[in-house]
């Protein structure tokens, strides 16, 4: 009595391999009963994933079971560097696909995109038509192949690739002649009198064409993931989603949305935004959803310039991805849980990832407007001038695409790096608009405008922050010095003298301050008198608290300006 063969559930299957290690998930695919089936009905990322974290020479028995569409997939994925292929790249698939199965390895190549081996064979190999008295230069001509009807000799070019390569092309074409002798002498004689650049070119659009299908554009078309929309626009009557960032097709391989590259520590979890939107979402909008992210990564990889064929920088991405829709969701659904599911279902992915950038952008735009007003301190070196972690925040906001300075809400890091969170982008907006106050006040309130720091600054390197120039005036005040400009060596004996005597003198100048900030409303971050004056006592007490600690910590009378930093000092 026979019994039916078992047939894996595929879509049980997948959910299984999200959570697995690369190893894990090879051992699991070559366990299933009808492990053809499934090798050819698991989307070519995930494959492509499991094999780049296992290794090639580890990975053999799934890549001899690949069909030759898959072969062609992954060679599109790492067998190209921007828009040159990658011979070395090349030549380690070639021989992992003829070690793994030698007359399975042909047959896949056999089935490859004729101008992507009408390219390796030109550019490659060189070849001679014998009838026509054609031979190469020499009695050597290293490794080659005479074809059967004694009409061409092929030789390959040791110059413009590694062995791996050309050992494979070799081995190829010989075993090619006993299977289709016809189609290898019809490429053969075609190559001759393609030229190379044009083969390039076709072989690579047809790349591009088969990568766009998993949302991996060309780089020009992908760029419009980092196009700026309106946050507050309510898009969901008035945008329609783009046709590729729609429900999953119906065919397996193309759907990703159990892809072995989903953060689901997050994303499963409902650590994230996302992930909490999801926790609450019926099922078909769920695999939608991340479908859709899959996509939107894919497109920003490419948009970036990263290389598709780099799993782990491609996890990255799409963490990116995850994070970016989720301040967009965040924000759209004002605080409320429950309008999260509601948010989903209007906006697609990639439009939530534009939304998301778009609010950084539109800090980097209100902040620029800051910089171009001469009057708010800020042009010219004034950036040069911030506070620290101040200057480091303008310095990401202002990047081509606004970046989040790490160091703001964690003192030890020093990177710039994507918005991960509303908050984040509260925080930034913050400080920023802290950076500009600061400026403003320096500029408005103690007069200090370019031309006068330049007649003290000659190297921009050297130009004192705003909590310097605010402490020195305060110096200048305490010392009654009608002066500005830095400190000398003996202004700063002096003043440590008086702060060693009292400390409490700074609280005149801070008051002062306030009032000055006051009546100088508004300012860039303070629209009313009382927001000015809250934020420049603020502001008062953060560099009298800093001159305090730094002057308690030196002996006054043997203090050395050279190492003073609370205050501008003459150098």
């Known amino acids: 009595m026979s019994t039916a063969p078992l047939t894996t559930d595929l879509a049980q299957l997948r959910r299984r391999l999200q959570g697995e290690s690369g190893n894990a998930r090879l051992a699991t695919i070559l366990d299933c009963p009808d492990v053809i089936r499934v090798v050819r009905n698991l989307p070519l990322q995930d494959l492509y994933t499991t094999v780049r974290e296992v290794g090639l020479g580890d990975a053999l028995e799934l890549i001899e079971l690949l069909s030759p569409a898959q072969v062609q997939g992954f060679l599109d994925l790492d067998g190209w560097r921007h828009d040159r292929l990658d011979t070395v790249s090349i030549g380690r698939w070639l021989e992992a696909l003829l070690t793994a199965n030698a007359e399975r390895g042909v047959k896949q190549l056999r089935n490859l995109d004729v101008e992507l081996l009408s390219l390796l064979f030109k550019v490659h190999t060189r070849i001679y038509d014998l009838s026509n008295d054609e031979e190469p230069a020499g009695d050597d001509v290293g490794l080659h192949t005479t074809t059967p009807d004694g009409r061409y000799l092929v030789v390959y070019d040791s110059s413009t690739a590694d062995d791996r390569l050309l050992t494979g092309l070799k081995y190829a074409v ?55 929309v309106d946050p507050d626009k309510d898009m969901a009557d008035s945008v329609q989603a783009p046709p590729s960032l729609d429900a999953p097709p119906e065919e397996a391989i193309y759907n990703l949305s159990t892809s072995v590259l989903l953060p689901l520590d997050h994303l499963g979890a409902g650590d994230s935004v996302l992930g909490a939107a999801l926790e609450r979402a019926p099922a078909p909008l769920r695999e939608r959803v991340l479908h859709e992210v899959m996509l939107t990564a894919n497109r920003l990889h490419m948009a970036i310039g990263a290389d598709p064929g780099d799993a782990e920088a491609l996890k990255d991405t799409v963490q990116r991805v995850t994070d970016t829709a989720g301040i967009a969701l965040a924000y759209r659904a004002q605080g409320e849980d429950d309008r999260l599911v509601t948010v989903l279902e209007s906006l697609s992915v990639m439009r939530l990832f534009q939304i998301g950038h778009s609010l950084g952008l539109r800090l980097q735009s209100e902040f620029k407007r800051q910089v171009k007003n001469a009057d708010n301190g800020l042009s010219g070196a004034g950036l040069l001038r911030l506070d620290a972690p101040l200057k480091e925040v303008a310095a990401a906001i202002l990047q081509r695409r606004p970046l989040c300075f790490s160091g703001l809400l964690a003192p030890e890091r020093v990177d710039a790096r994507p918005f991960r969170s509303l908050h984040e982008i509260a925080e930034t907006a913050a400080a920023l608009a802290e950076a500009a106050f600061r400026a403003a006040l320096v500029r408005r309130g103690l007069g200090y405008d370019e031309a006068t720091f330049a007649e003290f600054v000659q190297d921009d390197a050297e130009q004192p922050t705003h909590a310097q120039v ?73 560099v009298q608290n800093a001159i305090t600690e730094e002057f308690s910590s030196l002996d006054a009378e043997h203090i050395d300006p050279r190492f003073v930093q609370s205050v501008w000092v003459a150098r």
């Open 174 to 228: 010989e075993r090619m002649f006993d299977k289709d002798m016809k189609f290898i002498l019809h490429l053969i004689e075609g190559v001759r009198w393609e030229l190379p650049s044009a083969l390039e070119e076709e072989a690579y659009r047809w790349r591009n064409a088969r990568l766009s299908d998993l949302g991996f554009d060309d780089p020009v078309s992908a760029r419009a993931v980092f196009a700026y």
């Open 470 to 542: 605010l402490a020195t005036s305060w110096a200048h005040a305490l010392l009654d010095k009608d002066a500005r400009g830095p400190l000398s060596d003996e202004d700063v004996v002096a003043f440590a003298a008086l702060l060693a005597e009292d400390e409490q003198r700074f609280d005149g100048p801070a008051d002062d301050l306030a009032e000055r900030a006051g009546a100088l409303a508004p300012l860039p971050g303070a629209r009313t008198k009382e927001e000015a004056q809250l934020r420049a006592a603020a502001w008062a007490r953060r």
